[in-house]
């Protein structure tokens, strides 16, 4: 596609979007065509049985929505709309935290709900695919990038944290955050950080599966004045 095209998509979505009322149906040009473009997409998706495919054909369509997201984004008052939405939730699969990210906070902000055919809210979707990325990330990477990558993570899920802090879910989703988040801190090399989310992890679920790991970090940091008084390095 090319620039102008991309400049064009983006201005008339922006100007749509800006024109719907909050909570009312998405309308204009725009949306339509990334409607019926969605119709096809999905309708793709359905016949691809490999949950590895399905997330490698999403990356693809992907950017045949970026601007017209960007538009919504720009230029919205909040009406609901479900191929910005879907959008919000591919990014999510793919691994994309900050493209998902971006757009949960405008449906957030406003208040917008997932579409029909997703069982669960906007807040508890976001914190729960954000952490369960968040870990398989942390689990695949390697021990020379970790700290970096994990330094990223912090980023992310601070941010979904607080975009979800006040949204009712369920008590496990947001352990599970807890969770993420610790586990992040802790490979960035902020013990006390990870302590004090692994603890509300486990306040929240009990069989989250973080009990070792805390009693760990609280021997490890129990033992930082003593190595600081004898001029030993913490052991990491």
Do not use: C
Not at 121 to 133: K, P
Not at 185 to 195: P, T
């Amino acid at each position: 596609m090319s620039l102008a095209r991309k400049h064009y998509q983006r201005a008339t979505a922006a100007q749509a979007a800006g024109l719907a009322g909050p909570r009312s149906p998405q309308t204009g040009e725009q949306y339509e065509l990334h409607a019926a473009a969605l119709w096809e997409a999905r309708r793709t998706l359905k016949n691809i049985k490999s949950l590895e495919a399905k997330v490698a054909r999403k990356r693809e369509l992907l950017p045949e929505f970026a601007a017209y997201v960007a538009g919504v984004l720009e230029g919205g008052q909040g009406a609901q709309d479900d191929v910005l939405m879907t959008v919000m939730l591919w990014r999510l699969d793919v691994g994309d935290l900050e493209g998902g990210i971006e757009v949960a906070e405008y449906a957030l902000r406003h208040g917008l709900d997932t579409p029909d055919r997703f069982e669960r809210d906007t807040a508890s979707i976001v914190a729960e695919q954000t952490a369960e990325e968040a870990l398989a990330r942390l689990e695949a990477t390697d021990a020379e990038a970790l700290a970096k990558v994990a330094a990223e993570l912090v980023m992310h899920l601070s941010r979904a944290e607080a975009l979800t802090a006040d949204a009712d879910m369920h008590d496990q989703i947001r352990a599970k955050l807890h969770k993420a988040l610790g586990y992040a801190h802790r490979e960035s090399g902020s013990r006390e950080d990870a302590l004090e989310h692994l603890r509300r992890a486990l306040q929240l679920n009990d069989r989250v599966g973080v009990k070792k790991d805390i009693e760990k970090l609280e021997r490890e940091l129990k033992q930082q004045p003593q190595n600081a008084a004898q001029g030993q390095p913490a052991q990491g």
